[in-house]
């Protein structure tokens, strides 16, 4: 190829020569799209609890309907999975770095295909609690390795834009249970709810059989000491074949593995043990290493903690508070909470890795705050008027539409992206699956209290309480929360330790990385 030579000696591609096949080839398109897939089967394991989240909220009026099921009964049932799985977004932890994270996917799909299958043939309380027991072990599998994987997969120039699918396919399994709440509420009771359940098995199976053709995780190969394989799945996955070299060594190092091994198969120094693992991320943990574990777990408390669940699970009865009182009205305004949800994430998987994560999460936070304290004072006009108020109503149900939007331009995505960044390759499995943990048992705990919670402080309390947890969430991110943009993952590590002098830290790094390249260009 025609060229001339580059500021370090090298080459330089000649602009004519830009649009051969060759360079595109050396360049990039194939391996991005690689990646891009890998990313998107990953993610999809994610869609089992977006599923199971959103046809509960419909399902449940059925339930109680059919069953008999008092309040706290449906409380229990409808948060309870989120509580079971967290003892499954332990085990990912350990059962990733054991059999990998491919087929850590492959289980969490089958673990739910029974779950759900056990859901649709209830018969009673306890029954059904052991169909959710099973199922929220799955979710928990699924919730952990998901963004897990697609970090370890995505090049750092698009690894927000990946790491934002697992969310992506939560809120479109959301708008899915919705949908199927619609279509089967025509059926008869006894077997409408048993459907909107059991259906949720078909995807598990077909997700399953998916991930088996998708390469393991870089990371966890050479975690394993197989170099030769990581190096091909770098090779597919960076966009270009410098770019897999440099990731290639960045996570030798991180493993501890000396620069000079270079052979397919080496040997891997002996790690830490688990409970090792575990004393250095809570007991005697560096600076860096409990700055990200504030930011990395507390993100994902207040990502729950400011009462996403408490809408998405009980849309129907918060739409039934604002003066929708068919339960046909009500199902279709819950498809309305779907639809926005997925489109504003998706908008926001494009901003991720252009805007920058705490733009976007600091203004998703702020937009939630607003919206939660327009719920609060709509339904609070409308709970202590005796007749309708009509624009109470439509501010009610256009503020509940503008919470799900800005949370899922935001915080939905990021929490994943974010929590799966920032820790070290050594602690990210067991990390990550202490963020799970905390998204799930936030969830299940206001999935399980809303109802006593709404009926101790009114309806529009409740949201107001939501609205002071956000706001100080956004309080908490704006402090703690170092910029995590365009860095590979090693280089974020640097940017923890500081705590609130994290912006001191990030400008020290930006004055070496210019006055290194300025160097470069002199010595060229």
């Given amino acids: 190829m025609a060229g001339t030579s580059g500021p370090s000696g090298g080459v330089v591609a000649d602009p004519k020569n830009l649009s051969s096949p060759l360079f595109d080839a050396e360049k990039k398109p194939k391996n991005n799209k690689y990646a891009f897939a890998c990313s998107i089967l990953a993610s999809m394991t994610s869609i089992l609890l977006g599923y199971d989240t959103g046809v509960m909220s419909g399902a449940a009026i059925y339930i109680k309907k059919d069953l008999r099921f008092t309040d706290v009964q449906i409380e229990i049932i409808v948060g309870i999975i989120n509580i079971f799985s967290l003892l499954g977004s332990f085990l990912a932890g350990r059962t990733s770095d054991w059999i990998g994270r491919r087929y850590t996917m492959v289980l969490a799909g089958g673990i739910f295909f029974a779950g759900a299958f056990l859901m649709g043939c209830a018969t009673n309380f306890e029954f059904l609690m052991v169909g959710r027991f099973v199922a929220g072990i799955g979710v928990g599998y699924a919730m952990m390795i998901a963004p897990v994987y697609t970090t370890e997969v995505a090049p750092a120039s698009s690894r927000g834009f990946l790491t934002s699918f697992p969310e992506v396919f939560i809120n479109a399994g959301v708008m899915l249970g919705y949908v199927s709440n619609f279509a089967f509420a025509k059926l008869p009771l006894w077997l409408g709810w048993r459907f909107m359940l059991g259906i949720g098995a078909v995807p598990s199976v077909g997700l399953a059989i998916g991930v088996l053709y998708m390469p393991e995780s870089p990371r966890w190969l050479v975690m394993?000491?197989?170099?030769?394989?990581?190096?091909?799945?770098?090779?597919?996955?960076?966009?270009?074949?410098e770019e897999a070299r440099q990731r290639l060594e960045d996570i030798k190092e991180a493993a501890g593995i000396p620069e000079e091994c270079n052979d397919d198969v080496v040997e891997v120094p002996k790690r830490s043990k688990d409970d090792a693992v575990w004393k250095e991320l809570f007991l005697h943990p560096t600076p860096a290493v409990r700055h990200a574990a504030i930011t990395g777990i507390g993100i994902h408390f207040f990502q729950m903690a400011s009462g996403v669940d408490a809408v998405v699970l009980y849309s129907p009865r918060i739409f039934e508070k604002a003066g929708l009182k068919s339960d046909n009205h009500k199902l279709l305004a819950t498809i309305g909470v779907g639809v926005c949800k997925t489109i504003f994430v998706l908008i926001s998987t494009f901003l991720l890795d252009k805007v920058g994560r705490r733009p976007l999460m600091l203004s998703s936070m702020g937009g939630m705050v607003i919206a939660l304290l327009v719920l609060s004072g709509s339904l609070s006009v409308i709970n202590h008027s005796h007749q309708t108020v009509p624009w109470a109503v439509a501010l009610a149900i256009i503020s509940v539409y503008g919470f799900v939007s800005v949370f899922s331009s935001g915080m939905g995505p990021i929490a994943w992206v974010y929590s799966s960044e920032v820790f070290p390759l050594r602690l990210r499995a067991q990390g990550c699956s202490i963020g799970v943990a905390v998204n799930r048992g936030v969830s299940g705990?206001?999935?399980?209290?809303?109802?006593?919670?709404?009926?101790?402080?009114?309806?529009?309390?409740?949201?107001?309480?939501f609205a002071v947890v956000a706001a100080i969430g956004w309080v908490f991110m704006f402090t703690m929360f170092p910029e995590t943009q365009g860095r590979n993952l090693e280089e974020i590590e640097v940017l923890f330790g500081s705590y609130f002098g994290w912006r001191k830290t990030l400008k020290d790094l930006k004055k070496k990385e210019a006055a290194e390249a300025k160097n470069v260009c002199i010595v060229a």
Avoid: P
Avoid at 224 to 241: C, N, P
Avoid at 447 to 457: D, V
């Fill in 224 to 241: 394993r000491g197989q170099l030769g394989e990581a190096r091909r799945v770098l090779e597919k996955t960076s966009e270009s074949k």
């Fill in 445 to 465: 705990i206001i999935g399980m209290t809303f109802i006593s919670m709404y009926k101790a402080l009114t309806i529009g309390g409740a949201f107001f309480v």
